[in-house]
Nanobody, 120 residues
Framework: QVQLVESGGGLVQPGGSLRLSCAASGFTFSSDIMAMSWYRQAPGKERDLVAY????????NYADAVKGRFTISRDVAKNTVYLQMNSLKPEDTAVYYCNARNNYTRRNYWGQGTQVTVSS
């Protein structure tokens, strides 16, 4: 079955950087079936899309709040998707979730989440 395991969260000062990783199993990126995304959810708020990379690895989109600061990428050989986060702000503090969505069934799969805290 599909499993997504996030890592890389932690506490960082404003202006700092973190790289989140999401190791996927149960499918391969080369199958061109699953689009991958990062979402985040702050306390008391809804879960919002942060970044998206299409199943072919070509189409990439970002939320306006993170454009120019965050970069989504993937390593097909490692079956892992990354979120490089630079110039972090306190408002980036949230639990970050990895998401895989099947292009054909529209089924969503979620990781367990990783906490990112930006604070001095």
């Amino acid at each position: 079955q599909v499993q997504l395991v996030e890592s890389g969260g932690g506490l960082v000062q404003p202006g700092g950087s973190l790289r989140l990783s999401c190791a996927a199993s149960g499918f391969t990126f080369s199958s061109d079936i699953m689009a991958m995304s990062w979402y985040r959810q702050a306390p008391g708020k809804e879960r919002d899309l942060v970044a998206y990379i299409g199943s072919a690895g070509v189409r990439i989109n970002y939320a306006d709040a993170v454009k120019g600061r965050f970069t989504i990428s993937r390593d097909v050989a490692k079956n892992t998707v990354y979120l490089q986060m630079n110039s972090l702000k306190p408002e980036d503090t949230a639990v970050y979730y990895c998401n895989a969505r099947n292009n054909y069934t529209r089924r969503n799969y979620w990781g367990q989440g990783t906490q990112v805290t930006v604070s001095s």
